[in-house]
């Protein structure tokens, strides 16, 4: 088992920057692929970013790609998501997951944090 801790969220000015954290403990963290989802009120949720185990790839949705970048610190068992440019679209609650393959299906990922809000004001 894998506990995933997000933190970071809250509210910001449109154009601002948060930086979100997702802290894992339980098995082996460097173990895992880490993404990123959001999911907004009345929407399904939708992949934002993805790394691979030890942080070598990475990917990323269209609407987030040269805004957002994901990092991890595997001696940290703690994953990142810096959100630079936010938008008033951007606003949701954002889930960190982990799972043995980096891909942008969330059915990829089998244990999940209990997501942490982000708004963005415009």
């Known amino acids: 088992q894998v506990q995933l801790v997000e933190s970071g969220g809250g509210l910001v000015q449109a154009g601002g920057s948060l930086r979100l954290s997702c802290a894992a403990s339980?098995?082996?963290?460097?173990?895992?692929?880490v993404g990123w989802f959001r999911q907004a009120p009345g929407k399904e949720r939708e992949f934002v970013a993805a790394i691979n185990s030890d942080g070598g790839s990475t990917t990323y949705a269209d609407a987030v790609k040269g805004r957002f970048t994901i990092s991890r610190d595997n001696a940290k068992n703690t994953a990142y998501l810096q959100m630079n440019s936010l938008k008033a679209e951007d606003t949701a609650t954002y889930y960190c997951a982990a799972g043995r393959l980096m891909r942008t299906g969330s059915n990829s990922y089998n244990y999940w944090g209990q997501g942490t809000q982000v708004t963005v004001s415009s």
């Open positions: 339980g098995r082996t963290f460097s173990y895992y692929a």
